[in-house]
């Protein structure tokens, strides 16, 4: 890595949760324990919800969402093709089928209108995704999830902290699901967590994620068939299959210092969004990042894209010439329903879902994170103007 270097990312780790991890290493006590509980609290509480449940990714949160609420085979889930590649895979974790829903280019993300026509009687379930963080359509979803009387289910993986007409990023849903890599609004290295109203599905989730073990509270009622299993307590009585998903206290006390600091931290992604919106505002082969009134953005990556005469072609040249200019960039995201497991397991191909192929070819995710200065930004600016300009002299 060369001293002047800009990745496309880097998590802001301080002192402050340094501190943190260091205590709860000094505790004793690795998992299952308080911190884990103060930080579920936390992000349910930024995110108004009655319940959240830590667990080792936004993945498997994302499979365990769908386990708890009964999604399975037989059973059609309508998601994005424009997201990352978890979004559809947790459905085929439950032997569920995937039924894609075209994009608006505007938004990016699923074509209300689209999302309706797509329901079947099979639709159990919709997995509306806040692509690059932004929850528009997230209220239109949220009707026509409760007309059709199918469940809404939000990968909200990408936006913590960003919110729609006044409601925050994972309070649409009857269950939301965030992620916590570490290019992610907050992370824990590895980590993710399932939100929620619903105390059934909360306390199915802790049970998934601790190997099907019943709940002590379950287990206070006598009638519970868990209750005589194993006479000394409930550790070795798994009253359904379950998983090892659990988030280690020392993740979760990383997750919490990062959440003593959440406003801070999307005070400075915003001010990094609005760098790049100045700019970059005047350039005329770029489309940068639509935000409707009333939403509020936490910003989990800067995604712009080039204008309609770009080919795909043109834009990995690009890519590539930024990158040798050790300047980070990347073409989130590649269409979910063009991968080639994908391709091959359901027949899919180009032109499938016109919108979202046309946007993906042309994304360009910049650099992006907490810290990047006026002049990283003017770097990386120069870098795109100097790239771009020579695909425009190859032309003429
Ligand atoms: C990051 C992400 C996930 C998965 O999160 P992990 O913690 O990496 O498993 C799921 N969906 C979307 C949209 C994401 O961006």
Redesign the pocket.
């Known amino acids: 890595m060369s001293s002047h270097e800009i990745p496309l990312s880097r998590p802001d780790v301080t002192q402050a949760e340094i501190d943190l991890v260091v205590t709860t290493l000094r505790s004793g006590r690795l998992s299952i324990g308080p911190v884990l509980e103060q930080f579920e609290q936390s992000v349910a509480a930024r995110c108004g919800r009655t319940y959240g449940v830590g667990c080792s ?3 498997m949160g ?1 499979h365990m969402a769908l386990l708890a609420l009964g999604v399975g085979p037989g059973d059609e889930v309508i998601t994005t093709p424009f ?2 590649v ?2 559809a895979n947790c459905i085929l974790y439950v032997g569920a089928r995937p039924v894609f829903v075209d994009i608006d280019p505007r938004t990016l993300n699923m074509d209300p209108a689209g999302l309706e026509r797509a329901i079947t009687p099979r639709t159990k379930a919709i997995i509306a ?1 806040e692509t690059f963080g932004n929850p528009a359509h997230m209220d239109a979803y949220e009707s026509i999830a409760a007309r059709h009387e199918v469940v809404l289910v939000e ?1 909200c ?2 936006a913590l902290g960003c919110s729609y007409k006044g409601r925050p990023a994972g309070s649409f849903g009857r269950i939301g699901v965030f ?3 570490p290019n ?1 609004q907050i992370t824990t290295g ?1 980590g ?1 967590m399932i939100v929620t109203d619903d105390r059934h599905l909360a306390e199915l989730c802790r049970s998934l994620r601790n190997q099907g073990r019943p709940l002590p509270e379950m287990l206070r009622d006598p009638g519970h068939p868990g209750a005589g299993v194993s006479s000394v307590g409930s550790w070795l009585t798994h009253e359904r299959l379950g998983f090892n998903y659990r988030l280690s206290e020392i993740n979760a006390a990383l997750g919490l210092g990062q959440m003593r600091r959440f406003d801070q931290i999307v005070e400075k992604r915003q001010r990094v969004a609005r760098m790049y919106m100045d700019r970059l505002l005047d350039h005329k082969d770029l489309i940068l990042p639509t935000i409707a009134p009333e939403t509020v953005m936490s910003w989990f990556v800067f995604v712009v894209r080039l204008a309609t005469s770009y080919t795909r072609e043109e834009r990995d040249r690009i890519i590539q010439g930024m990158r040798r200019h050790d300047v980070g960039c990347s073409d989130y995201f590649p269409c979910i329903h063009l991968q080639p497991f994908y391709r091959e397991r359901f027949g899919h191909g180009p032109s499938d879902y016109p919108v979202a192929e046309s946007v993906s070819h042309r994304t360009l995710a910049l650099p992006f994170h907490n810290d990047l200065t006026e002049r990283d930004i003017g770097y990386v600016a120069q870098t795109l103007d100097l790239m771009v300009g020579r695909e425009n002299l190859k032309r003429s």
């Open positions: 990714s936004g993945t994302l997201s990352f978890a979004s995704v990968d993986c990408e992620g916590f890599y992610k590895e993710g």
